[in-house]
């Protein structure tokens, strides 16, 4: 891990600040006591024990700083710590001791998000929400203690805090989540912080000379919305025009460089965001699709399924901007506290700009390959006919990395599209979920499947025609994903922006890690994550299918499904220290 060369990013930390059974803390156990490991992962991140919440790339390692309860699995006000792990190639990671505990009067009741910042001369700063003893939330800094420790193991917070005092158009409960600092023209640091403004749910911008006095931006919020309730985790990062995939450093602007806008929302647990330009003169946000409006949730879509509190950083190391984001439980309360722990992190994923200028694309960074250990395949060409189905075997179904190919022969039994489902793609996927018969689709894979199908995951495309042209809708179906009681099995999914008249084929990648399954449809145009609790994957093996329930044929000429190996992963050790363990690759 030593060798990588010294980089600067930024990562946030974004805190659910409410809780919701849509979206709530999960199910295992803790690697140093009892309960289950069913559902732990095997190489998504998560600590060893506890609830957990979202990453810095400093002096050759990876940082990940993330909301961390050392004391239960559910999300508690008052003991909120950052937890902190390092790595050397954002696969396998190692525990440190927490970087920020609640312990000073500006937040005795809880270290929540933030993010860290590279100043001039390579030393990182921290800024982030504390819960003061008045119980208002203020921005805080911190800086290492040693910035020459690659580990960064401590952190000093100055007497001056808070940097960033409530405001007094805020209510003390709505002002929080400092973003990642850039710095404009002028020379000056912005950081953008959300917030309440007399109703209005906003993202302030703030400046500063020295990271230490800071102050509000006279003009007009950076966003602002009166319908779309209290936004958090705000992210603004450049990108580059024309479909180039490469990375910027968050201060990057000029010709050939637009904006992305990111906003995590309260009222529907989602995460959002709008491309456009960035003025740091008047520090303005102009969209490239005003027509989506002010309101955050009609903006697109960073994930269609089961995630939140989205944060990226540049990766100056490989020249790419890196994507994580939270990925919380849908099982009980009670589950938790049974097993041990709840929430883990989506796999890192490499993102950028779409040639269409409006889009990101999003697809896990290739230090998964590392991971993998044996690779099976279909026959090129493989025709699935009508209610076709056939197994992937050889590789281990609950622990895989699989991607295919689909060929449409013809596209002239879609289906005709009823214009009100463009407006809830989410429930159209439940009423034409992967057991409806379609014309074109439903065709996809079925993953974690028991040998008897009782239980399963499917994710699958279904092509619609309206006004003579051909809608792609991409769906994770959670129905039939459990028979376990009080667990939420919603189906997710959503409209792609992808022309499938034009291409004639689309691919569909998913990793599957037990109780996570991501899917990346149409190189990556739309991603969408689920938690699944399968409870045959407690005593017995789970099974791979690829399928087509469509009237007419579909062709698989591509599929690679590659068997995992186990990432090195956080663990507390029997005496209490802080250790790395290995997973164990035969516990479920």
């Given at each position: ?131 003061d003893a008045n119980g208002e939330q203020v921005q805080n800094v911190a800086f290492p203690r040693n910035p020459a420790d690659p580990l960064l193991r401590e952190w000093d917070k100055p007497s001056r805090n808070p940097v960033i005092p409530l405001p007094a158009d805020v209510p003390g409960d709505k002002f929080r989540d400092p973003s990642t600092a850039w710095l404009g023209h002028d020379g000056l640091w912005r950081v953008a912080v959300s917030a309440e403004v007399r109703g209005v749910a906003s993202t302030l911008v703030y400046r500063s000379a020295d990271f230490l006095r800071w102050e509000r931006a006279t003009t007009a919020p950076l966003h602002a919305s009166r319908a779309a309730g209290m936004v958090e985790c705000p992210d603004l990062f450049p990108v580059l025009e024309r479909g180039d995939n490469a990375g910027l450093d968050a201060s990057a602007s000029g010709d050939g460089v637009r904006h ?329």
């Amino acid at each position: 891990m030593a060798g990588l060369p010294l980089a600067a990013v930024a990562f946030q930390l974004c805190l659910l600040a409410s809780s919701s059974s849509a979206l709530r803390p999960a199910t295992t156990a803790s690697e140093s006591g009892g309960g289950s490991r069913a559902g732990r992962t095997a190489y998504h991140f998560q600590p060893a024990k506890d609830w957990q919440n979202g990453p810095m790339y400093y002096n050759g390692m990876y940082h990940f700083f993330y909301q961390y309860n050392p004391h239960g699995a559910l999300w508690d006000i008052g003991n909120l710590s950052w937890g902190h792990s390092v790595s050397g190639d954002l696969v396998n990671w190692a525990a440190l001791h927490t970087a920020l505990d609640p312990t000073s009067p500006f937040d005795a009741n809880g270290c929540w998000s933030g993010s860290a910042t590279i100043l001039p001369g390579g030393t990182p700063a921290i800024l982030y929400t504390g819960i003061d003893a008045n119980g208002e939330q203020v921005q805080n800094v911190a800086f290492p203690r040693n910035p020459a420790d690659p580990l960064l193991r401590e952190w000093d917070k100055p007497s001056r805090n808070p940097v960033i005092p409530l405001p007094a158009d805020v209510p003390g409960d709505k002002f929080r989540d400092p973003s990642t600092a850039w710095l404009g023209h002028d020379g000056l640091w912005r950081v953008a912080v959300s917030a309440e403004v007399r109703g209005v749910a906003s993202t302030l911008v703030y400046r500063s000379a020295d990271f230490l006095r800071w102050e509000r931006a006279t003009t007009a919020p950076l966003h602002a919305s009166r319908a779309a309730g209290m936004v958090e985790c705000p992210d603004l990062f450049p990108v580059l025009e024309r479909g180039d995939n490469a990375g910027l450093d968050a201060s990057a602007s000029g010709d050939g460089v637009r904006h992305v806008l990111k906003l995590s929302v309260m009222d529907t647990l989602q995460d959002y965001y709008m491309v456009g330009r960035y003025d740091d003169a008047a520090d303005a946000f102009v969209p490239a699709e005003p027509e989506r409006g002010d309101d955050v949730r009609a903006w697109r879509r960073l994930d269609y399924g089961h995630v939140y509190a989205s944060k990226t950083f540049f990766d100056e190391r490989h020249g790419r901007r890196v994507l994580w984001a939270w990925a919380n439980e849908s099982d009980s309360q009670a589950d938790d506290v049974a097993k041990g722990w709840s929430g883990v992190q989506t796999f890192p994923r490499k993102l950028w700009l779409d040639e269409d200028g409006k889009q990101l694309r999003q697809w896990p960074v290739e230090e998964i390959e590392t991971l993998r250990r044996k690779l099976v395949g279909l026959r090129r060409g493989t025709v699935l006919s009508a209610g076709g189905m056939n197994e992937i075997v050889g590789v281990a179904g609950s622990q895989a990395d699989v991607e295919v190919e689909f060929k449409v022969p013809s596209l002239a039994g879609a289906e005709a599209l009823d214009p009100n489902w463009l407006l809830d793609p989410q429930k159209l996927c439940g009423e034409k979920g992967a057991s409806v018969p379609g014309g074109v689709g439903p065709f996809g894979l079925v993953v974690m499947a028991s040998g008897d199908l009782r239980e399963h995951t499917a994710v699958f495309f279904r092509v619609f025609r309206h006004h003579g042209r051909y809608r792609l809708l991409m769906c994770t179906d959670l129905t039939r994903s459990t028979t376990r009681a009080g667990v939420y099995k919603p189906p997710y999914g959503g409209f792609v922006d992808f022309d499938i008249d034009e291409h004639e084929s689309i691919n569909l990648r998913t990793l599957i890690d037990h109780s996570v399954v991501e899917s990346f449809g149409a190189e990556g145009r739309m991603c969408i994550t689920a938690r699944v609790y399968p409870e045959h994957a407690e005593t017995s093996n789970s099974h791979l299918f690829v399928f087509n329930n469509g009237t007419g044929t579909v062709e698989v000429s591509k599929l690679e499904a590659w068997e995992l190996a186990a990432a090195t992963v956080n663990a507390v050790g029997d005496d209490g220290l802080v250790v790395s363990q290995s997973k164990d690759e035969s516990q479920p």
